[in-house]
């Protein structure tokens, strides 16, 4: 937590602190809300501040590839903890999200736009 000069304490999200692409983020927020195209590309747009298909194409990928680095997360803290079936369950619902994204006709376009 990070307390402001006004006195209010504002919650810090340090997960994945890092320099990185803000499309990064982007892309896990809407994998994770929005997965269908139409309705992401509304978010996209108002995130952007204006329509961008190659950089819409590498937010999408981005969003993959955090469900498939989140999948192997829990899939890891599964064998560290055996038996615990959050970790098992999580790692196979961010399986399932990555999964249906790959399977989407348009994704070897996205790939080749970025």
Do not use: H, N
Request: glycine share 6%; with cysteine; proline share 4%.
């Amino acid at each position: 937590m990070v307390m402001r000069a006004d006195q209010r304490l504002l919650l810090v999200d340090w997960d994945c602190a890092a320099m990185m692409d803000p499309l990064q983020d982007l892309g896990s927020l809407l994998q994770e809300i929005r997965p269908a195209d139409p309705d992401a590309r509304e978010v996209f747009e108002m995130y952007w501040g204006s329509w961008d298909q190659t950089l819409f194409d590498r937010c999408r990928v981005y969003g993959v590839a955090d469900c498939v680095r989140w999948s192997l997360i829990g899939i890891y803290a599964d064998l560290v903890r055996p038996g615990t079936l959050e970790y098992a369950k999580f790692a196979d619902w961010q399986l399932v999200r990555a999964r249906a994204a790959l399977r989407d006709p348009c994704f070897g376009d996205r790939i080749r736009s970025i």
